[in-house]
């Protein structure tokens, strides 16, 4: 078997086989299969696409090319992922809210490309929060607290580091099958027993369109069968940023005001949908018998005094989170219904003040952001304020700012934000 052989295969539209993905997965980890080589395979895969058999073929290989976290002993423990977006900060609530319910959530969670940071990033605003510790003592928190959140550890699913970042940079990033082995793979290994995933759909999202996001769940639902780990996918709208804060600080403020209840309208909607799937599946009671407590646990306090109890547990000041004090207010140059705001661009300008990265050594500033004052379905009045930026060094051209929202006399409804829930 050559990798020539293998490539020409998938070229020609054929169905390749367990051991030619894995020569190929493998050779390329160890470096006999080279850059360009699998650059040319991945672009096959990206155009003709892989049977469900390969597809899970491919994360089979994937997920044991490297350590996988035991988390026996925590049983059960209720993980989340989301395909990721503008604004997207719902880990940060989900973990502390869910935990406070009594369901175990060990979260590993990763630092952003593009747009805001991720997760670990938006943490690390808080003053000296901890994101990196050991195995044991992260098994040791969960056990105590129920909670933690920490970046990556251990070697898990090298081979996804590797081709992630050829992806990356050779256009094969949109590939269903590869994006469903990508995520399955390190989800799988990070020793979860049940998942629930936020399948972004829109103009700031991965998926364009809700077929393609459907047909990502349907792969991510059956690939987590086949581990006898239950899936459930909830496919939402990113056609506009989601809550009302881009940046890493300022998203970790919002956050805070969700879990104390007072926050923006969307995001809590979202955060009692996917944190009551992870309650039903992590306590085995009904989805509606799991919002109750939910909702409960974000009136009472108890969601934010866990929220306070990990950050201290991982070292963090919460009093100690820095925004910016240079802030510039965009008003509306128009009168009418917010009908669009443009998600990629907003995240793209936040990037450029400073909020997210390009290329891997970037340094994000955590104080820099934009807050909206208006949502999709707002009236704005000329002259009204649009949103803020909170910068430092960098800033934007206030009119691309202005550009991002599309304004229009005739009435509009609001984005319908959960379209469909795929288990
Ligand atoms: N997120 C992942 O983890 N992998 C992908 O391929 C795309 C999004």
């Known amino acids: ?32 299969v080279k850059d360009y080589q699998m650059s040319a395979l991945l672009m096959a895969i990206t155009i003709n696409g892989m049977t469900e058999q390969e597809t899970f073929d491919l994360t089979e290989i994937m997920l044991h090319s490297g350590e996988i976290i035991d988390l026996k002993n925590l049983y059960p423990v209720i993980d989340k992922h989301s395909t990721g977006g503008v604004g997207d900060k719902t880990t940060m609530i989900l973990a502390p809210l869910v935990a406070s319910c009594g369901v175990n959530v060990a979260k590993m969670s990763g630092r952003g490309l593009g747009f805001t940071g991720g997760t670990i990033d938006k943490l690390e605003s808080i003053g000296n929060f901890n994101t990196s510790i050991s195995i044991e003592n992260f098994k040791e928190q969960v056990k105590k607290i129920k909670v933690a959140i920490v970046g990556q550890m251990g070697n898990l699913v090298p081979a996804d580091k590797k081709i992630y970042a050829l992806r990356d940079v050779t256009g094969t990033v949109e590939s269903i099958p590869l994006i469903a082995s990508s995520i399955m793979s390190k989800k799988l290994a990070s020793g979860a027993d049940a998942i629930v995933i936020d399948v972004k759909v829109g103009n700031g999202a991965l998926m364009k369109t809700l077929k393609e996001a459907q047909d990502l769940a349907n792969l991510l639902v059956k690939i987590g069968k086949q581990h006898n780990k239950k899936v459930v996918c909830l496919i939402t709208d990113m056609d506009e940023p989601l809550g009302n804060a881009i940046g890493n600080s300022l998203e970790v403020i919002e956050s805070i005001n969700v879990l104390k209840g007072k926050g923006p309208q969307d995001i809590t909607e979202l955060v009692i949908k996917l944190a009551s799937y992870m309650v039903s599946l992590g306590k085995n009671i009904s989805l509606d018998e799991a919002e109750k407590q939910v909702i409960e646990n974000l009136k009472n306090g108890n969601a934010y005094h866990k929220f306070e109890e990990l950050i201290k547990y991982q070292n963090g000041n919460i009093n100690n989170i820095k925004i910016s004090d240079k802030v510039i207010t965009i008003k509306s140059k128009e009168e009418g219904y917010i009908a669009q705001i443009n998600a990629l661009e907003l995240g793209e300008l936040a990037r450029i003040l400073g909020a997210g990265r390009l290329n891997k050594e970037d340094e994000i500033d955590p104080k820099v952001g934009i807050i909206l004052n208006k949502k999709v379905g707002d009236y704005v009045k000329k002259d009204e304020e649009l949103l803020k930026i909170y910068i430092e060094e960098k800033t934007v051209d206030e009119q691309q700012l202005h550009d991002c929202f599309k304004i229009i006399k005739d009435k509009v409804d609001k984005n319908k934000l959960i379209k469909t829930i795929i288990n």
């Open 1 to 32: 078997m050559t990798i020539i052989d293998i490539i020409t295969k998938k070229k020609n539209n054929q169905e390749l086989t367990y051991e030619e993905i894995k020569f190929a997965v493998l050779g390329y980890i160890n470096g006999k």
